[in-house]
């Protein structure tokens, strides 16, 4: 028994690590950046398990398009993720923002889509709004919107 509770504290004590959180990244990505791309990175991984034949097919590099979009690299998020993950509250309240912003978008792609279903032929929006696959389109902000459906 006693060789037991030797084992057992040997083994607590050896699994015990001091866990360092992450150094702060020179180049951080801003929370309200990581907002955005995190959003942009749900939607594009929605794209993705919705029709994942036809962008291998076009050959679009979804995570490439985020990092150009947002002038970044694949470390610099990384690295600026693993800083935020390691504090659970601001990485919390970076999620919920995303959660929010993802709402907005939908609720703006939804009530554009009505308004588009309910447009009859020969009407003048429904013809002249053709649609690009653009999957980072930001209805959020009315600019890129309007120049995605050109």
């Known amino acids: 028994m006693?060789?037991?509770f030797f084992t057992i504290l040997t083994?607590?004590?050896?699994?015990c690590q001091d866990?360092?959180?992450?150094?702060?990244?020179?180049?951080?990505?801003?929370?309200?950046?990581m907002v955005l791309i995190l959003a942009d990175a749900y939607i594009s991984n929605a794209a993705r398990s919705i029709n994942n034949?036809?962008?291998r097919k076009t050959g679009v590099m979804l995570d490439s398009l985020l990092y150009e979009k947002y002038?970044?690299?694949?470390?610099?998020?990384?690295?600026?993720?693993?800083?935020?993950?390691?504090?659970?509250?601001?990485?919390?309240k970076i999620i919920q923002k995303v959660e929010v912003r993802l709402l907005i978008i939908q609720k703006k792609t939804d009530s554009l889509f009505e308004v588009y279903k309910k447009e009859k032929p020969g009407d003048t929006i429904?013809?002249?709004i053709q649609i690009k696959p653009n999957?980072?389109?930001?209805?959020v902000e009315s600019t890129h919107?309007?120049?995605s459906i050109k």
């Open 11 to 15: 083994l607590s004590f050896l699994g």
């Open 135 to 139: 999957l980072l389109i930001d209805p």
């Open 126 to 128: 429904k013809d002249s």
């Open 71 to 92: 002038n970044i690299d694949s470390l610099q998020f990384a690295n600026s993720n693993a800083f935020y993950t390691s504090d659970i509250n601001t990485y919390s």
């Open 19 to 33: 866990v360092k959180k992450p150094e702060r990244p020179e180049n951080l990505i801003s929370q309200e950046t």
């Open 53 to 55: 034949r036809l962008i």
């Open 2 to 4: 006693k060789y037991l």
């Open 145 to 147: 919107y309007q120049d």
